[in-house]
Nanobody, 121 residues
């Protein structure tokens, strides 16, 4: 069965860093684009970042450009999100998700359990 398991979240001070990981199983990971999405308290899901199959194409929502880096290790079936210079508005539960089609702006119908990121002093 397909599974996505996020880890690496936690409580950090503004300006701090975290690296999130997503372990994928149950499908051929290297054949798919992958996304990171997040949900802040009281808000809906927001797309944060996406990466192409081989990792050469990396895309971000404007609010995290220059601070976050998405990457993947297809040999390990793992997706990563390095988050630097964290801000309180980054506080959210972060999920990895597999889009239904290649590219950006695609629907996704499966994501993991998420990992909580809280940025507070």
């Amino acid at each position: 069965q397909m599974q996505l398991v996020e880890s690496g979240g936690g409580l950090v001070q503004p300006g701090g860093s975290l690296r999130l990981s997503c372990a994928a199983s149950g499908f051929t990971f290297s054949n798919y684009w992958m996304y990171w999405v997040r949900q802040a308290p009281g808000k809906g899901l927001e797309w944060v970042s996406g990466i192409s199959k081989g990792g050469g194409g990396r895309y971000y929502v404007n609010s995290v450009k220059g601070r976050f880096t998405i990457s993947r290790d297809n040999a390990k079936n793992t997706l990563y999100l390095l988050m630097n210079s964290l801000k309180p508005e980054d506080t959210a539960r972060y999920y990895c998700a597999r889009p239904q089609r290649d590219g950006l702006g695609q629907e996704y119908d499966y994501w993991g359990q998420g990992t909580q990121v809280t940025v507070s002093s």
